[in-house]
């Protein structure tokens, strides 16, 4: 049947009840897709600005200044913001933080989320420490996918880098979720050029028995992370010495929107993967927000603009007024980040204040 397209301004002010619709695909929300006709489907939220590490890329030294807890969203904003945007089209929600595991409702918020009509996918990103304990719930309250941090293999470079103890908490953490059923276990590793790129090969040797997937993620800069062009190891970089070791690495099918490019070492069980952010952005195919633990919304990770939805909620503004200044926020979206040079100039929060 030939492609019917019903074209919809992008001006949320003119968006009535229509909605951008196409035969194949389900009608999609005019306030979630943006200028360049992209679809946010994937909500990122940030549970809280606390964390139990103090990882070298994500804060500073002396740690961070953080929200007083009365502006931070509550569980019931919380779970406000996540029905409106999954009602307008979002079908995957990741929780993040600081440390998304710590927040003492986190159980509770998954158990809401898993209610919602639309809603596919509930994600946490994680850094491991809490993970064995509260897997078994976490389970049983509906945690569909889990990537775990990890930047090192050796314990003291572990301790170096997160500043902290708790290497064999995070390697349990690994191997319960593995234990469970999690397939793949993702796990994210920041690559930084005279600390933990001489691991790279490590890390790719520890997919031949377990079905992880390790993302090798390219060092980017955030306020207070002392970001250095030469610390940061490229995706070409790295792919030429892992192709020295296992010239055979095959590359594999992914979707439009994964920001991995995925990889696999014949025979092996995992897989690996590389986000780009730095050498080759993806953001032609972006489909995520992000909602901050304060409640401020970023419709790109390395853009410094926000707008605030708690300051809305807590106004008693009706969901459409929501909606609108939402919509407005998407419509301003870039249709790419600066790039690294310029990103490493211009002020942005701290990761740990943004949630990954």
């Known amino acids: 049947?030939?492609?019917l397209t019903v074209k919809v301004p992008l001006s949320c002010c003119l968006y009535s009840q229509e909605r951008l619709r196409d035969d194949r695909i389900l009608p999609f929300s005019a306030f979630l897709t943006d200028s360049f006709g992209r679809r946010h489907s994937y909500l990122r939220i940030s549970l809280t600005e606390k964390c139990n590490l103090r990882c070298q890329y994500c804060m500073p030294e002396e740690g961070v200044k953080l929200t007083p807890r009365s502006q931070l969203l509550s569980t019931s904003e919380v779970l406000t913001l996540a029905r409106l945007f999954v009602q307008e089209g979002v079908e995957k929600i990741r929780l993040t933080g600081g440390e998304p595991l710590i927040r003492p409702d986190v159980l509770d918020i998954i158990s809401e989320l898993r209610k919602l009509e639309g809603l596919k996918t509930i994600a946490v990103t994680t850094n491991g420490m809490n993970l064995a304990r509260l897997l078994p719930k976490l389970k049983e309250t509906g945690l569909d996918l889990i990537n775990i941090?990890?930047?090192?293999?050796?314990?003291?470079?572990?301790?170096?880098?997160?500043?902290?103890?708790?290497?064999h908490k995070v390697m349990e953490g690994i191997d319960k979720a593995i234990e469970m059923g999690y397939n793949?276990?993702?796990?994210?590793?920041?690559?930084m050029r005279g600390l933990n790129e001489d691991e790279l090969l490590d890390f790719v040797a520890l997919t031949e028995k377990?079905?992880?997937?390790?993302?090798?993620?390219?060092?980017?800069?955030?306020d207070g992370n002392k970001w250095n062009f030469k610390k940061m190891v490229s995706y070409q970089e790295m792919l030429d010495r892992i192709r020295?070791?296992?010239?055979?690495?095959?590359?594999?099918?992914?979707g439009q929107t994964d920001t991995a490019k995925t990889f696999q070492v014949p025979g092996f069980k995992g897989q690996v993967g590389f986000i780009t952010s730095m050498s080759e952005h993806f953001c032609g195919s972006c489909n995520r927000l992000r909602i901050t633990a304060d409640g401020n919304l970023k419709v790109c990770l390395f853009g410094n603009s926000e707008v605030s939805l708690r300051d809305v909620l807590r106004s008693g503004?009706?969901?459409?007024?929501?909606?609108?200044?939402?919509?407005?926020?998407v419509g301003r979206k870039k249709k790419q980040h600066a790039g690294m040079f310029s990103i490493s100039q211009m002020k942005n929060r701290p990761m740990i204040l943004i949630g990954g």
């Open 1 to 3: 049947s030939p492609l």
């Open 184 to 191: 793949p276990v993702k796990v994210n590793c920041v690559i």
């Open 244 to 254: 020295q070791q296992w010239p055979n690495l095959e590359k594999l099918q992914t």
């Open 210 to 222: 377990k079905p992880l997937e390790v993302r090798f993620i390219e060092y980017m800069p955030f």
């Open 149 to 167: 941090s990890l930047d090192s293999l050796v314990p003291a470079k572990f301790e170096f880098i997160v500043r902290r103890k708790g290497f």
């Open 317 to 329: 503004a009706p969901d459409e007024e929501l909606l609108q200044i939402i919509g407005a926020a």
